[in-house]
Nanobody, 120 residues
């Protein structure tokens, strides 16, 4: 069983920075993609950034130039560095991963979510 554990959310003033981490744990698996999604109150969950196993990266237009996604393959961990935070970045941030587990197939997994609140 694969699990995703997130950390790094919190309260920050507008213009500040936060760094989120998401670590995948389990056995006999390979990661195809890891990414971050967010959900603001009364809004749908949306993509923030994602990185594939071959290094392709996508960002939402709203975060380009402010957020940076990176990974540590040895630790099965993905990071989201968030700079110049704005009020509209407030929401619950979820880690998502598409993982292939030996003998079981390919599935998507979600973390439990971490709250990011940006105050003006």
């Amino acid at each position: 069983q694969v699990q995703l554990v997130e950390s790094g959310g919190g309260l920050v003033q507008a213009g500040g920075s936060l760094r989120l981490s998401c670590a995948a744990s389990g056995s006999s698996f390979s990661i195809n993609m890891m990414g971050w999604y967010r959900q603001a109150p009364e809004k749908e969950r949306e993509l923030v950034a994602r990185i594939t196993s071959n290094g392709n990266i996508n960002y939402a237009d709203s975060v380009k130039g402010r957020f940076t996604i990176s990974r540590d393959n040895a630790k099965n961990t993905v990071f989201l560095q968030m700079n110049s935070l704005k009020g509209e970045d407030t929401g619950v941030y979820y880690c998502k991963s598409i993982i292939t587990t030996t003998g079981r197939g390919t599935f998507q997994y979600w973390g439990q979510g971490t709250q990011v609140t940006v105050s003006s």
